[in-house]
Each structure stands twice: as structure tokens, then as C-alpha cells.
């Protein structure tokens, strides 16, 4: 491994464990202009994360819920419908009543006549 490569890892390193560019060019015996020069090329930047106040809010539906298994090939499966899978879909039939009455299209034939 190249020197310079090894310089540059053990400067990233010590930079990412909180210390000051002084004291990492110190340790390692080399110019603070160089420790600095890499950390600011190859550091990345330490931001906190902060969780969003906006998400959006994705529908589930029960396919999510299902476990997908496939042959080694993974041409062909098996799909296996969970407890929480059923129970979304049966959830989501009875809030979805909203097909017509077909009841009045089929029509008897009288027989008396």
C-alpha cells in the first residue's frame, strides 16, 4: 500500500474519532497544511441527522405483508400470505362496497308460462 494512501486513512481516522488537526499532524509527524489539505478533500462532512418533519405516509397494502420465496433459479415461487396480510385484505373488501347491485339483472324465467 502506497505511503501516502496510509498517511491519508490514519488522518481520516483520527479525524473521524474528534481530534483537532493539530494533534493529528503531530502524532503522525506531518505538516498541519497537509492534515488539513486532506480532511477537507476526503472527510466527509459530520451533519447530525435530523429526522424529517415531513414524511410521506406510504399506503400498505397487503402484498407488502406477504412473504415472497423463489427457487434457486428465481423463475419460479411461492407466495405465502401472512396473518397481517389476510387481515388487511379482508379490511379492505368490507371498506370497499362500493360495486352495484347486480342482483336485479338476472331475470327468472316464469314457469307458467
Do not use: C
Not at 25 to 44: D, H, M, N, Q
Not at 48 to 75: C, L, Y
Amino acid at each position: 500500500m502506497n505511503n501516502n494512501l496510509l498517511k491519508r486513512y490514519a488522518v481520516l481516522w483520527l479525524f473521524s474519532q474528534g481530534q483537532k488537526a493539530v494533534a493529528i499532524s503531530e502524532e503522525l509527524g506531518i505538516p498541519k497544511s497537509s492534515v488539513t489539505r486532506i480532511i477537507k478533500l476526503y472527510a466527509k462532512p459530520q451533519t447530525q441527522e435530523k429526522p424529517t418533519e415531513t414524511q410521506t405516509v406510504r399506503r400498505k397494502t397487503s402484498k407488502d405483508f406477504m412473504i415472497n420465496k423463489t427457487s434457486g433459479k428465481g423463475s419460479a415461487g411461492v407466495t405465502i400470505m401472512t396473518k397481517e396480510a389476510s387481515e388487511i385484505n379482508d379490511a379492505s373488501k368490507k371498506n370497499n362496497s362500493s360495486r352495484p347491485d347486480t342482483s336485479s339483472y338476472i331475470h327468472k324465467l316464469d314457469p307458467s308460462k
